[in-house]
């Protein structure tokens, strides 16, 4: 049994997450995109933007682990329901996935 080739025009949802575009965050600036997927290099709190539905977020993650998270900045802090939280992870590094895979 054989396997199909990844046709380029096929959606993302058909073939999964592809990393399509990454780089390093900076924080407080926005990607200029929505990422989907953030890595930490150290473990911490991560802090989020998303600015499509102008949601903030926070998450714990370890060292090297990566989250699919929708969001186009990563913020030094922020107060969430009342509790500042502030963004401790560090080498952190976002990348998105294009709607099409290809031209």
């Not at 058909?14 to 953030?38: C, K, N, P």
């Not at 998270?69 to 990563?74: F, P, R, S, V, W």
Request: aromatic residues 8%; glycine residues 8%.
């Amino acid at each position: 049994m054989t396997a199909d080739k990844i046709s380029t025009a096929t959606p993302n949802n058909e073939v999964g997450a592809i990393i399509t575009r990454s780089r390093r965050v900076v924080l407080d600036v926005s990607f200029g995109e929505m990422a989907t997927w953030i890595k930490s290099g150290s473990a911490g709190d991560v802090v989020w933007y998303n600015s499509k539905n102008d949601e903030y977020g926070v998450w714990n993650v370890e060292a090297g682990e990566g989250w699919p998270i929708a969001c186009d900045m990563i913020v030094t802090s922020h107060t969430i329901d009342g509790t500042l939280e502030s963004t401790t992870a560090t080498n952190l590094v976002w990348a998105s996935t294009a709607p099409r895979i290809g031209n």
